[in-house]
């Protein structure tokens, strides 16, 4: 019994009737001779599209695993942020050293005004021999009071003079790294399954059962 062949089944190549083969991919029929060019073309296509791409991926990701050249720049940026941190570190110790070195010499120059006037009346009663017992007790108890005070400064909690801030810096947090998410779910792409059933509805269902859908 003769079939009638229509246009759909044409060949989408050369347009003859003998169209008996059907990409499912790119949903057009190809006679037994340029389905099998189509092939062809499709195996090209792999190659130099998918198979390439994924070779040259692959072998950056193998340069990058001898190698950190690629994140050298980090590296570079890490060490920047170290040195700068260091030498303001340093300026602050500088300063507070500049500042404890002020302190010092304040309390001495204090301390050492404030026994003067005892030193004078020291010098002035020896010469003049002018001095009794009550002038002694009364010397020894100011020369006394500016002792404790000196060994009051020279004992001084120094937690009470110098301050620092350790507690309060989250050394963790200063500076820190942070991977970046990156969204790898995988867009969904139309088969390019290629089949030889000539019937595109059988050959859909046939792909169905082998997903596993209904």
Same mark, same amino acid.
């Given at each position: 019994?003769?079939?009638?062949?229509?246009?759909?089944?044409?060949?989408?190549?050369?347009?003859?009737?003998?169209? #008996?083969?059907?990409?499912?991919?790119?949903?057009?029929?190809?006679?037994?001779?340029?389905?099998?060019?189509?092939?062809?073309?499709?195996?090209?296509?792999?190659?130099?599209? $998918?198979?390439?791409?994924?070779?040259?991926?692959?072998?950056?990701?193998?340069?990058? %695993?001898?190698?950190?050249?690629? !994140?050298?720049?980090?590296?570079?940026? $890490?060490?920047? +942020?170290?040195?700068?941190?260091?030498?303001?570190?340093?300026? &602050?110790?500088?300063?507070?050293?500049?500042?404890?070195?002020?302190?010092?010499?304040?309390?001495?120059?204090?301390?050492?005004?404030?026994? %003067?006037?005892?030193? #004078?009346?020291?010098?002035?009663?020896?010469?003049?021999?002018?001095?009794?017992?009550?002038? $002694?007790?009364?010397?020894?108890?100011?020369?006394?009071?500016?002792?404790?005070?000196?060994?009051?400064?020279?004992?001084?909690?120094?937690?009470?003079?110098?301050?620092?801030?350790?507690?309060?810096?989250? +050394?963790? #947090?200063? $500076?820190?790294?942070? %991977?970046?998410?990156?969204?790898?779910?995988?867009?969904?792409?139309?088969?390019?399954?290629? !089949?030889?059933? &000539?019937?595109?509805?059988? &050959?859909? !269902?046939?792909?169905?059962?082998?997903?596993?859908? #209904?």
């Amino acid at each position: 019994m003769a079939t009638t062949v229509t246009e759909s089944n044409l060949c989408s190549i050369c347009n003859k009737p003998s169209a #008996r083969r059907f990409c499912i991919g790119c949903k057009k029929y190809f006679c037994p001779k340029d389905f099998k060019e189509h092939e062809q073309q499709l195996s090209i296509k792999f190659d130099n599209e $998918i198979v390439r791409s994924h070779d040259e991926l692959l072998e950056q990701i193998q340069k990058l %695993e001898k190698s950190n050249s690629l !994140s050298v720049d980090l590296f570079d940026q $890490i060490e920047q +942020w170290k040195n700068t941190t260091i030498n303001k570190v340093k300026k &602050a110790a500088e300063k507070a050293q500049h500042e404890l070195t002020e302190l010092i010499n304040k309390q001495r120059i204090t301390i050492k005004k404030q026994l %003067e006037p005892i030193t #004078r009346e020291i010098r002035c009663r020896r010469e003049e021999e002018n001095f009794v017992e009550n002038d $002694i007790d009364e010397l020894k108890q100011k020369i006394n009071e500016i002792k404790q005070k000196l060994e009051q400064f020279a004992q001084k909690d120094t937690t009470q003079t110098i301050i620092v801030n350790n507690d309060q810096i989250d +050394w963790n #947090r200063l $500076i820190y790294t942070q %991977e970046q998410q990156l969204d790898y779910t995988p867009k969904p792409l139309q088969s390019n399954i290629v !089949s030889t059933v &000539a019937n595109p509805k059988l &050959a859909s !269902s046939k792909l169905g059962m082998l997903l596993g859908m #209904r």
